[in-house]
């Protein structure tokens, strides 16, 4: 058999196998991604305090009684900053007595304050929360990622970036949460 024939056979053979083993594999990811988030719902969230960009300090324990949503994004990422006008729109919805949005920026504050120049928005950011985000807020399932903590201060529900596909999947994914919990 020569070479020019036995690549195409090979490759027909053998590539059904490697898309199955593929899928495979991200259903390996998929069920390990769960896991994390079953160690989070349910629990109350790694208390923190620290300050936005604006010099304002936000207190986790101090939120208690109001729906909180944590949302861990970077700079560098596209798909994680288009989501805040989203926010944006949901909390325009509600008092910040009854809910309240914060944003964590992974990046430094110099480099949060240069992307404010060029995209401003109204919610708060705390910057340099990647080790927050390691420490107890699953910075293992990468960015975006949201935490919605319900009235009583537990996590109910933990969002990884596949759940927000689209532009406006995020602020239709939380909204029912938000509804219901402030019922």
Not at 80 to 103: C, F, G, N, V
Not at 151 to 162: A, H, R
């Amino acid at each position: 058999m020569t070479f020019k024939l036995f690549v195409p056979l090979f490759l027909f053979f053998v590539t059904p196998f490697l898309l199955l083993a593929q899928d495979n594999i991200d259903q390996v990811t998929t069920d390990i991604e769960q896991q994390v988030i079953n160690t989070y719902e349910g629990f109350p969230p790694l208390p923190f305090e620290a300050p936005d960009t604006d010099g304002n300090k936000h207190a986790l324990a101090k939120y208690k009684g109001r729906v909180v949503i944590l949302y861990f994004w970077s700079v560098e990422k596209e798909e994680s900053y288009m989501q805040i006008p989203l926010l944006e729109r949901l909390q325009a919805e509600y008092p910040t007595d009854k809910a309240i949005i914060l944003t964590m920026a992974k990046e430094d504050e110099a480099s949060v304050d240069y992307f404010k120049n060029l995209y401003p928005f109204n919610l708060p950011i705390i910057p340099n929360t990647d080790e927050l985000g390691t420490m107890g807020f699953a910075g293992e399932l990468g960015d975006p990622r949201v935490f919605v903590i319900d009235t009583f201060g537990v996590i109910n529900e933990l969002f990884i970036g596949k759940h927000m596909k689209g532009p406006t999947d995020l602020y239709q994914l939380l909204k029912p949460h938000v509804v219901a919990m402030l019922k």
